[in-house]
Structures are given as structure tokens and as C-alpha cells.
């Protein structure tokens, strides 16, 4: 648990936003186009998730290189070299491998030399969680430039004969740098929980310790992503809103405080109900679920930069970031819009 905002800290150093940057691959995969492959249609799609289209790698295409080009976007963008950075964090469930880390491989393929790294394997939530993680090190003066990604390429996952998953995902990457602020912009608060006797609902089981890559695994297509759907969404509807409800509470604020809500893209159904119970008008909540589906772990940075091509997001603004994913995790972070270059 974080800590709430209040006068005294105003004037302290916060971790804040300066850059971000974003990679979403050209190719793109519509709910016509899955018709074809499994026994679904685009309205059920278009009603029951909100999503049209999905954007998806060139077969082969690892996470490390769309977390490397997003990473290079927001250093771009923000006038810096990759030189400069001190750690990189990449919230993942889709490393290149289990190891090593794709933070080591993003590190080595933008020329970070003085940067450290590590992955963060938090599911939807793994973006927020990263930034949280990120921000530590910045608050207490440690690091000064902290890349955060959230990359994922849910396609090498997918299983392409269960209509009731491959439907809902699409591969992006989104980055952030985080650095020192001291005008009361950057991260106020965080909330992290996670309920771990949700794993069964969401998960991909095979490939790992408890179940080794054999040809029996293969066979059962224990290496692609299982979810049983309606647990997680009545999970998802109530944690999305209990968890926004919560921290906006501590710090003594309500939905109508909010500038900008940038909930995780599951499902618009999930993020509506959300909405609805904080009362925010549709110009403060972001939505691109039906453009690029559940990106996982870049769905928010991905949202961040929707907002800004909306122009939605200003300086001082105040944000309100939800995300809720397999694990089960959970994770909200407020912050005040601290401003980045966006052209
Ligand atoms: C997956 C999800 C869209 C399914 O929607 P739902 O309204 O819960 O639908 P259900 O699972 O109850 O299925 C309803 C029916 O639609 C069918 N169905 C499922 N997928 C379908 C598809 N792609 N096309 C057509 N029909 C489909 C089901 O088989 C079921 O048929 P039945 O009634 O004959 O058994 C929804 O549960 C969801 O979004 N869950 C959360 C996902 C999520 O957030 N995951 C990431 C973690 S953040």
C-alpha cells in the first residue's frame, strides 16, 4: 500500500511521467477475419467486448523487440539517450523466454549500457505494478531516469481453436520514463493487492516448473492461455471499481476529482461498470479497446497515448490508473499529469 496524498508531501520528490512511447504493429486481424478461423461472428465480438480489431505481430516478431521499439519512442520523444536510463523494468507474460529476462534483451538492443533490469510478471496489472516498482527508486533518489514497459505478444500464446480467448487479445508495447519532480505532479498514491486463489480462472499452465514442455503438454496445448471467462470478468467488474473506489477515497477525493480514467482494456463492458460507479461522463475515460483488443501489459501506456492524441490529458490533471488481472492482481495508481513532449 502506498501512502495518501497530503500537504506535507507536496513539495516532496515524486516519480514522474516524462516520456512515453509506444509501438503497435501494422498488421491487423479483424473480427471478419477471425469468422473465418473459429465459430464466431463480429457481432458477438462487437457486443460482448467491445472489440472490432486487433493488431498483431509478423509471426516470429519476440516482445523484446516491440518493448525495444516503444522504448525508443518515448527516449525520442523525451530528447535523451539510452545512455542515460538506470534501470528498465518490463512487465511481461510473454518474455522471449523464461530466461533471461527481456529487460536484459531490450537493455542490450537499445544500447542502455549503464542500465539494470528485471520483468515483472503481474498479467494486466503488470504495467501498473512496474510502475510502482519504477517509482520507488526514483522517490527515494536512487535512480534518476527509470524506463517502465509494458510489452506483450499474447498471439504466441493464443489458441486459435478456442473461440472464447483468441477473440479477445492483440500484441503492443508501451514505455514510460520515470524521473524526479518536485511541483506536486508524478505518482500520489499506489494500491496493489492480489488474491493468488484466482491462478486456476487465468493462466497458461505449461512450460513451467510444474509442468515441463513434453510432448504430452504440446498435445494438450498446455503452452496457450486458459481462462475461464465469466469468473474472471464478475471478479474483474468488482475489483476494477473497489480498487479505484479506494484510493481516491484515502485521499480524500471522489469519481468527480478525476480528469482522466485510464482503466485497463479487458473488456468495455468491465471498464463501463467502473466507470458508471465513479460517474465519470464519457470525455474522462479512456477507450481503445475496440482498436487493439487486450494488449495485457501495454493496454494503459497504449490508452496513455490514445488520451494524448485526444488531447485529454494536461498538465496537473489528475489520473486515475486501474488495472486488475490473472493472478488474480490488482492494481490502481493515481498521479498528477506531469506533461510529456506529444506530437
Ligand atoms: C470472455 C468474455 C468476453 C465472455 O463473455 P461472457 O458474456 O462472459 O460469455 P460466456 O462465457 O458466458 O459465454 C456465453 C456464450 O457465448 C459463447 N461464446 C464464447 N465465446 C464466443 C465467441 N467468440 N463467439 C461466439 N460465442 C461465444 C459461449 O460458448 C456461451 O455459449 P453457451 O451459452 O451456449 O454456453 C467475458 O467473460 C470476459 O470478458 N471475461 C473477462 C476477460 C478478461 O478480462 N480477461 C483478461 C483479464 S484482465
Redesign the pocket.
Known sequence: MGGPEDESRMSHRRAAITALGTHVPERVVTNADLEKI????DE??RT??GIHRRHVVEPGTPTSVIAALAAQDALRRRGIGPEELDLIVVATVTPDMLFPATACLVQDKIGAKKAWGFDVSA??SGFVYALTIGAQFVETGRHRKVMVIGADVMTSILDYED??TC??FGDAAGAVILEPREDGTGILDFSHEVDGSGAPY?SMPGGGSLHPATHETVDQKMHTLK?Q??H??KY?VRKFADASEQILLRNDFTGTDVDLFVA?Q??IR?IEAAQHRMGLPDSKVVKNIHEYG?TTAATIPLAMKTALDQKKLAKGNLVLLAA???GFTVGSVLLRWTGVSWD
Do not use: P, Y
Open positions: 473459429v465459430d464466431t461472428t458477438w465480438i460482448r467486448t498479467a494486466c473461440r472464447t477473440i479477445l487465468l481462462q471467462g465469466q474472471v470478468f474483474a485497463h479487458a473488456n468491465i487486450n486488475v488481472g490473472a
